[in-house]
């Protein structure tokens, strides 16, 4: 049997952290409208597992609210900087907040006129 033993509460936590569960809440600006932006968020969601939502927003940017694993979500913010191929990302505003287990599936929601 091992016993895994921790110097600090910080190294419990590191050790942890990838299997943590949490929200993150982003959103998108430059050219990410007209170029499959929210396609490529789903099917990169669908692949991590991640559930939550995208949509487009009435100013030119995107969306997205988003729940799983940290480090998938971690992964989905590095592709959602990048962007898809055709996509100009110029900046991703991302808000980390706790996990509420909202969601159970992922899917891309009407643009939202404000």
Not at 17 to 41: A, D, N
């Amino acid at each position: 049997m091992c016993i895994a033993q921790f110097t600090t509460q910080n190294d419990y936590a590191n050790m942890m952290s990838p299997l943590m569960e949490s929200r993150v809440h982003m959103l998108v600006k430059g050219r990410v409208q007209g170029v499959s932006f929210r396609y490529y968020t789903q099917k990169w969601a669908l692949s991590l597992g991640i559930n939550g939502w995208v949509r487009n927003l009435a100013d030119g940017r995107v969306e997205i609210l988003v729940e799983g694993k940290m480090e998938d979500l971690e992964e989905l913010v590095a592709r959602t900087k990048k962007g898809p191929p055709i996509a100009y990302v110029e900046k991703v505003e991302v808000d980390w907040q706790p996990y509420r287990g909202e969601f159970s599936e992922f899917r891309v929601r009407n643009t939202e006129f404000i």
